[in-house]
């Protein structure tokens, strides 16, 4: 029982992430390798921070529960925290080829 609480944040921290997350791990791969993703986010002179956090992801999807470690549980609390926030500042309008999709598409969600 005194490992129950810890279980129990666990399996929340992965549900929310796999809510927040609705690409698949090759889909998002793909969409890495365009030159959208790669025009968005915040970077100093390289990768951008939703690029990487997009790389870290796809191994995040191939990872087993019981395998993630306390630094990809974190992660994927950051990855959560930041689709919720992005989600709440859509824009208005058709929103298919804007910067605002093509970065939460770096962490994984897809709001079309």
Known sequence: ?????????RDETVDAFHEAVNMTAGRLEKWLD???SKSVGQSEGGES???????????LLHTKKTDLTDEDLAH?????????????????????????RYSL????????
């Open 76 to 100: 994927m609390r950051k990855v959560t925290g930041y689709v919720h926030r992005h989600l709440a500042q859509r824009p208005d309008g058709d929103i298919t080829d804007t910067p605002w």
């Open 49 to 59: 921070v939703g690029h990487a956090s997009g790389r870290r992801i796809i191994r």
């Open 34 to 36: 365009t030159d959208e």
């Open 1 to 9: 029982m005194a490992g129950k609480p810890e279980t129990t944040g």
């Open 105 to 112: 598409m770096n962490w994984g969600h897809d709001p079309e």
